[in-house]
């Protein structure tokens, strides 16, 4: 049986409003949520037991297998299809940071859950999956699905959008983690903001969603570099890059995007800042 590798692609917050916690003890979110063209990759082979290895340039930063989403999530499917624990060997090309606010930990385990529902049969569509993708994490089912979204409440509720433009994008991260459970918390020490979903904009074009997107706003990204201060010089040199036309950071961070008009734009300014940055982690990509 051959069942050729999936992307596991880096999910990009192009805004991020979070309200204050609540009594049971959650942030509601107001985000839209696309996916980038470059990601980790995972792949599956028929195996004695479930395993998982990991390569790529930053596996090395992972915890001990039991700690890894792939494996929870193919356990998780397993006990809610009443099967017992599957023979499958996962191999995770790790190319996406660690703790980058790129939701790559429940990417990989949307990519798993795919791969384990062809390596084993299943009779189980997309929905099904995202059910069992909510057991590992509030962003599991829109990882799982890999489509362009707005999400609401704690990040679960999700409502598609395909209208939205592919957006020329520069991925840049300065290297360093940005844990979410410290920027929450320093977040709830600073004054609340609000969940508020913002009215669409009036055409989805790409410029005018450029500059509906400068409207919103990231509410985790002043604690974020309060914790982390070469974020804030991550988004320094997003934002004087050539032609860029909004610098912001995804989720808790430590990754910014910039977003340009052209595809040559954001290739151009990926090339110069990777010149000037050796040591960052930047990658040209497609936000779709």
Known sequence: MTIPAVLAPAKVNL??????????GYHPLSSLVAFAEVGDRVSV?????????????????????????VLRAVRALAD???????????????????????????????AALKL??????????????????AR???DGPMCLHARAAWAGGRGDRLTFEPRLPGMPAVLINPGVPSPT?????GYDAGPPATADEPSPPGDWSLPVVLDWLAAQRNDLQPPAVALQPVIGEALEAAAALPEVRLARMSGSGAT??????TASAAAGAA????????????QSTVLS
């Open 116 to 133: 384990a529902r062809d390596a084993l049969n299943l009779s189980l569509d997309d929905a099904a999956l995202a059910a069992v993708a």
């Open 136 to 138: 590992i994490g509030a």
């Open 45 to 69: 082979v028929p195996a004695d037991r479930l395993s998982l290895s990991v390569s790529g340039p930053f596996g090395r930063g992972l915890d001990g297998e039991g700690d890894n989403l």
């Open 80 to 110: 809610c299809v009443g099967l017992p624990e599957p023979g499958l060997a996962f191999t995770l090309d790790k190319r996406l940071p660690i703790a980058a606010g790129l939701g790559g930990g429940s990417s990989d385990a949307g």
């Open 271 to 282: 090339r110069a800042l990777s010149a000037s940055r050796p040591h960052w982690w930047v």
């Open 15 to 24: 805004f991020l409003h979070v309200g204050p916690l609540d009594p049971d």
């Open 256 to 261: 910014v995007f910039a977003l340009f008009a």
């Open 181 to 185: 459970g410290a920027v929450y918390r």
